[in-house]
């Protein structure tokens, strides 16, 4: 049960990561995109009839700060997207199972050693017993916690999952030609 809840919660965290906030500052981007696209054109407005061009400008200039900002903040969370996507599949979810495999050793060592104990202090009243103890016995003293689950991670492991590209959402840039895909301004 614990190894479910602490995965999903790493599934939730990988999820939350690659998903749900570059899609938070995409939809956001694209906001900002409107609004400067909106202030270039009252700018544009305000020159071609010569008044309030410096408010038009400043709305205009602000907004364009504020659309680079956000430029910028969404290549770097791509950039922290993609990296927590490697080490998620690099080394995460590989010593995870990992030490799912060592308890599961761990479980099957202390089990071993009741079972001899059981062994040795159960009595022996008839031939019959004697026999089913030799056999509890054998059995015991073959079990190889090392070699329980030395298959444990090839069995486990999740296939080869292909993992999504974690890219620059290039439509964002359709309705701004002074921007580049993946660079700080």
Known sequence: ?????????????????????????KSSYRQLIKEVNSAKEK?????????????????YDKATMKLHMLHNQYVLALKGAQ?????????????????????????????????????????????ELVNVHKEIQISVEQLDPGSEYSSFIETHRTS???????????????????LQANEIM
Do not use: C, W
């Open 43 to 59: 700018y544009k407005e305000a020159l071609s009839k010569g008044k309030e061009t410096e408010k038009a400008k400043d709305r």
């Open 160 to 178: 080869d999952i292909e993992q999504q590209e974690i890219e620059f959402d290039t439509s964002l840039l359709e309705e701004n030609e002074n």
């Open 83 to 127: 990296l927590h996507q490697h080490q998620y599949y690099d080394a995460t979810l590989p010593l995870f199972l990992e030490s799912l495999q060592k308890m599961q050793e761990e479980m099957i060592k202390g089990l071993k050693g009741i079972l001899e104990e059981y062994s040795q202090i159960t009595s022996l009243v008839t031939e």
């Open 1 to 25: 049960k614990s190894y479910v809840g602490v995965h999903q919660q790493i599934e939730a965290e990988m999820f939350k990561v690659t998903k749900t906030e570059l899609e938070k500052l």
